[in-house]
């Protein structure tokens, strides 16, 4: 295996590991506000992502793919010539606008009577270790994948011209 497959395993692990802390949690300036959420379970002030939205759990879902199919693939060399760093390329790149969607829309977890309720509070929606960690993995298997591709080379298209030009 190469670097860039381990890369892509660590990133892979990593995010198995951000779907099983909490993705986000709500945190107030005002300390009677902060006391009431003290008080409230846990589940209901630090969620799981599996509690989020779509773009959430689909990031880290797509990295822990993506790497057990270039760890289980990347070993074949036929595999490799037809576009599986690109494939990988593609994954990592869909991720990391899943990341980007999933912060953007991290409060629509929350209907919109809840959202209004917890603005006129003054609680805040804010990301927790699991989504930073998750990002992390999609960083680390966008990286991964970009140099994979890179170290590839192009997609080769059926016969190869020097091949051509000598029959």
Not at 56 to 66: C, D, H, I, Q, R
Not at 154 to 162: D, F, Q, T, W
């Amino acid at each position: 295996m190469s670097w860039r497959e381990w890369l892509g395993l660590g990133a892979a692990l990593l995010a198995v590991v951000s779907l099983l802390l909490p993705w986000t949690r709500l945190s107030a300036a005002d300390p009677a506000v902060s006391a009431a959420l003290a008080e409230l379970p846990a589940g209901d002030v630090s969620r799981s992502v599996w509690r989020g939205t779509f773009f959430a759990w689909l990031a880290p879902m797509l990295v822990v793919l993506a790497g057990v199919a270039v760890v289980v693939a990347g070993q074949r060399p036929a595999l490799r010539r037809s576009g599986l760093p690109h494939l990988w390329l593609v994954a990592a790149a869909v991720a990391a606008c899943s990341v980007v969607f999933a912060w953007v829309f991290a409060d629509w977890q929350f209907g919109a009577e809840q959202r209004a309720f917890l603005a006129d509070s003054g609680v805040a929606v804010q990301a927790a270790l699991g989504r930073y960690l998750g990002a992390a993995a999609v960083l680390v298997s966008l990286v991964a994948a970009v140099c994979d591709v890179r170290a590839e080379g192009p997609v080769s298209r059926g016969r190869s011209r020097k091949r051509a030009g000598a029959r």
